[in-house]
């Protein structure tokens, strides 16, 4: 038995590692700047950029898509009559709309990618579209302040709304015929989901980086990152599911004007694969310091 002393010193102890922990837990990814502008480097284009590419399997048996009942709204049940859910989208053992970016790495000459808010071809704009009643595409990327043209293609009102973490909630009505929203998240984030208040089945991500280096699997699971100078990076593939996805993660080497190769596996199989693991992020433990 404890006595009554030491359960108060436990107390004390559990309360002043709540305060530890929550002090650790400011976001740090971001543009950092409270005036909007990007911190860091401008990187200038070398002529000696390589790629990174690779297909993304999916192991085992795909579960079957989900035909959606859209009887709450009749324009979405005539526009489209054989909607399906979208959370994953396998063809021949591949995986379309896996989310491959460049985490972190150094550059041959030992900067780092973060040190670096401009990029050439930066992606200026991107586009999501509400048309029969489903999101297109259902997962997009973007980099940070990209203006996201939002459009509503459906006779019916939709209402867009992005629920991300480290960004500002956003939740706006769209009806029928109205002029396209536009919306920029400033702070990096993978990935923001995107719901539709007025249909509970419409669902897409959005993807904020603060540098280019990102791709969308295709419909058969290739990718391909452009414009990457030569290093050695570590490339996550990010695909949906549960409550934040699910990560794969694997080591590349970009040699000057070359290729770095990537491949990644999700799917029942996909923890034997030998050049891929479960993201398993750091966990920062409250530590007590004695002063
Ligand atoms: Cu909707």
Known sequence: MLSKKARLWLGIIAALSLLSLASSCTPKEGDGGDDGKPEGKTYTAKGNEGTISGVIAY????????????????????KSPNLATEDLIVKDGKLANAYVYIKDGTLADGTKIGDYATWPNMPAAATLDQNGCHYQPHVIGVV?????????????????HFTPKSNPDWNQSQPNGAAPLTHKLARAEVLVPVKCNQHPWMKSYVAVSKHPFFAISAADGSYTISGVPPGKYTVVAWHEGGANGTEQK????????????????????????????????AIEFPTLHNH
């Not at 040699?255 to 034997?272: E, L, N, T, Y």
């Open 59 to 78: 192991n085992g048996t795909a579960p079957e898509a989900k035909k959606i009942d859209t009887s709450a709204d009749a324009a979405c049940t005539s």
């Open 144 to 160: 940070v302040n990209e203006p996201i043209t939002i459009k509503n293609s459906d006779p019916t009102t939709h209402n867009i």
């Open 250 to 281: 694997m080591e590349v080497t970009v040699p000057a004007s070359g290729a770095g190769k990537a491949d990644f596996a999700f799917g029942a199989a996909a923890m034997g694969q030998p050049s891929s693991w479960p993201v398993i992020e």
